[in-house]
């Protein structure tokens, strides 16, 4: 799971133009959290893995490998 997490999340930021400061400023966590999050060294909580999900417009089982359905 940690690697298909880390690398949804890394694509949905890309995708968007986004820098990993913009993310985590978008979902209230430090800069450095957010980076063990793409790193794959940290899972979020589901607080953060929900507001993850609302910020890329897409659905927690996505994130996490569950589903390949985004929405």
């Given at each position: ?29 430090a ?17 953060n893995?929900?507001?993850?999900a609302?910020?890329f417009?897409?659905?927690?089982d996505?994130?996490?490998?569950r ?5």
């Amino acid at each position: 799971m940690e690697i298909i997490f880390k690398d949804r999340i890394r694509a949905l930021r890309q995708e968007r133009g986004e820098t990993q400061v913009q993310v985590a400023e978008a979902i209230g966590v430090a800069e450095s959290h957010y980076q063990r999050f793409e790193r794959g060294a940290n899972l979020p909580n589901l607080e953060n893995a929900w507001k993850l999900a609302d910020h890329f417009g897409v659905t927690i089982d996505y994130l996490v490998g569950r589903s390949n359905q985004r929405g």
